[in-house]
């Protein structure tokens, strides 16, 4: 065997040597990544579970069972319920069978479900609270402590019930000229009376002068510098 090939040979075996070293280093890393990452690995799932046990934990203690703010109704629990018929007309303007039978009629509107983070509230104090805001110059803050609601409430009960009112019973007690022939024949009565050409309904209010409730002076005092209450109507041509 010449030297090339002794040379060839030794180099052969240094490289095979180098090689084998090499790729057992390299293994020994590979290793030392995995355990390492692991590691990491593990960490990683021992912080998420904590953070969701805290998380957990301070979702506990902020979880409220009720989330409106408790308010005293005294008044309408306790006041109210016992107010003779001459009180009760005095407070809500209504006799207590007009009253009885306007909650029965306007009921189905203005009922709402229960929840599960609070309980509706019923239609009857729905109905005093507008008749209430209706009948007389209170502020929402004094009504909504009379009836232990917030003012926002009592807003809201407000136009609900009147939006109630308009669409139950507008068009059963003001009736306004539809079909052609009817239109017409209330034009030629204000143009025949009154001269007034294409008028189909007139419009206008009035004060009425009256003793005022004890007590409640402010509520029908107007600029007239009377105690009164308005009448506002619309007629045709036959009023």
Partial sequence: MNKTSLFLLNAYFSKKKKL??????????????????????NILN?????LLSHLDNS???????VWCL?????????????????????????????YSDLLQQISPYLQKSNTKFRRSIPV?????????????????????????IG???AAQILHAFCNVIVYLFMYRFIKFPVTSDEIKETTD??????HFPMCVEALDG??????PPPGAEADYYCYKKIYSVILLAVVDSDL
């Fill in 46 to 50: 021992q912080l998420i579970i904590t």
């Fill in 124 to 148: 009857n104090k729905m109905v005093c609270c507008a008749l209430y805001l209706i009948g007389s110059s209170a502020e929402l803050r004094t009504v909504s402590n009379l009836f232990g």
């Fill in 20 to 41: 084998k070293t090499d790729i057992r280093i390299i293994q020994s890393q590979c290793q030392q990544l995995l355990h390492k990452y692991r590691r990491n690995l």
């Fill in 206 to 211: 009035t004060h009425i002068n009256i003793k």
């Fill in 70 to 98: 408790n308010r005293n109704a005294t008044w309408w629990n306790d006041v109210v319920p016992h107010m003779t018929d001459k009180e009760f007309k005095s407070n809500f303007r209504l006799e207590r069978s007009t």
């Fill in 189 to 194: 009565g204000f143009l025949k009376k009154f």
């Fill in 151 to 153: 003012k926002s409430t």
């Fill in 59 to 65: 979702l506990q203690i902020n979880c409220r069972a």
